[in-house]
Structures are given as C-alpha cells and as structure tokens.
C-alpha cells in the first residue's frame, strides 16, 4: 500500500512540478497540498514545500537563466526583508479575508493577463522602481504566506517590461531566491521534515521534473505559448488559494 500511495503521490507531483516550471513558478502551495494529503503532518509538510520550490526553481532556472535580464535580479533586493516584515504583520489580519482577496486578485491578473493584447515589452523601469516593486512584492508575499512569483509575473507582462520568457525566468529567480531565505530562516525545523521516507522518495521526482518542465517551456514553447502557461497558472493558483 505504502508503494501505491508513494508512486500515485509521485505521479500528481511531477505532472505539477512539469506544469509550473513551464511557466517559470515552483508550486509551492500545490506542494504543500500534495504533501499535507500524502500523511505528512502539517508542520512537515510547511518545510517539505519550501524545500521542493527550491530544488524545482533551482533546477528549472539553469534552463531558464539565459532569458534573464540582470537588473531584474534586483527585485530580491527589497522582497527577502519585506517578506520578514509581511510575515510578522500577518499575525495581526484575518487569513480568510486575506486570502480570499489576494486569491482574486491572482485569479483576475491571470485572467486579464490571457485575454488582454499582449504589450510592446518595451517600456523602459529603473533600478529604484525595481528595488521598490520587489520591497512591495515581498511585504505582500510575507502577508499572506504566498510565494511573491505569482504577483510579480502579471505586474512584468501586463505592465510591459518584460516579454514571457523573461518573466518566466525573473520569477524563478525571485522565487528560488525567497524560498531559499525562508528555508535559512527555519534551519532549525528541517529535520523535522525528514522524520518520514516520503520527501527522500520525492527529491529526485521534484528534480528531473522540473529540468523537463524548463526545458520545455524555455527551448520548446513560443513566447505567446509562455504567456499562455503563466496565465492559467495564475488563474488556476488564484482559484486554489480561495478553494483551500
């Protein structure tokens, strides 16, 4: 049984690591949800999918990089110590609410972003409009426990700075780089994860799934199809936080 359970749980973690590493995102409210229903305990499950949306964007941005655009590495500048502030905020506001609103919102962005016409890309930002976009990015992502890549993609395409593919690679990039802060901030729970065989089981499905999931959303896929990819997940991500 414990076979059958692992590889049915393997399966629904590739098929999602695939998916959203085509778009340049790591999954980690679909993996906490794939861990919590396995058997793991809440609080193992937490680290388990901060650990996966590292090893998945880490691995995906190695397909990734070479559609980033320096400057916007800068987001993460502003993002890691806002989330810190985000995060302690959080305590004092309803979750329900916030959720609900953040989910729409997710949900709408995506939307919007699939229907609208797609912009030039060609509208010009500053290193000071970068470093205080990331500070708002991450003191959102902080408040509601959501990894900042879903509110930094829509704001790249829709605002015109960037074309799919790099948005795809500027938020693996941010994410990677925000997941990894948030795991250093928790080093002392890691252990706690690895009580059970499960995540041993599913680090190398996280890894070769996400290479596949880069390199087809980064070599195979048009940048109209990337567009395409980074909206549903957004409106599928959006429509998952206010169903959860």
């Known amino acids: 049984m414990f076979f059958l359970e692992i590889l049915l749980v393997a399966v629904v973690l590739s098929l999602a690591v695939v998916i ?8 980690g409210s679909v993996f906490l949800a794939i861990l919590v229903l396995s058997g793991l305990a809440p609080s193992q499950a937490a680290i388990g999918s901060l650990l996966f949306n590292i090893l998945s964007t ?5 397909m990734w990089r070479i559609y980033l655009k320096k ?12 989330s810190f502030i985000g995060g302690l905020l959080s305590l004092k506001i309803s979750e ?9 919102v997710i949900a709408g962005s995506g939307l919007f972003t699939l229907v609208s ?12 409009h970068i470093i205080l976009i990331g500070c708002l990015i991450g003191f959102i992502a902080g408040l509601t426990g959501i990894g900042g890549g879903v509110y930094l993609a829509p704001i790249l395409l829709l605002s015109g700075v960037s074309n799919p593919k790099n948005t795809a690679a500027t938020t693996t ?19 706690l994860a690895f009580q059970t065989p499960t995540l041993f089981i599913l680090i190398p499905v996280v890894l070769v799934s996400a290479m596949v999931g880069g390199h087809i ?14 909206s549903v997940i957004l409106i599928g991500v959006g429509l998952f936080i206010i169903i959860y």
């Open 173 to 191: 990039f941010f994410i990677f780089s925000n997941s990894l802060a948030g795991l250093l901030a928790r080093t002392e729970r890691i252990p």
């Open 217 to 230: 959303g980064s070599r195979k896929l048009s940048q109209e199809n990337v567009r395409r990819v980074i």
């Open 20 to 27: 959203y590493t085509m778009g340049g995102f790591g999954g």
């Open 117 to 128: 016409r797609k912009p030039s890309a060609n509208v010009r930002v500053n290193i000071v």
């Open 58 to 62: 880490g691995m995906s941005f190695t």
């Open 96 to 104: 329900y609410i916030l959720k609900l609103v953040m989910g729409l």
């Open 71 to 82: 400057k916007f590495t800068l987001f993460v500048v502003g993002s890691i110590p806002f």
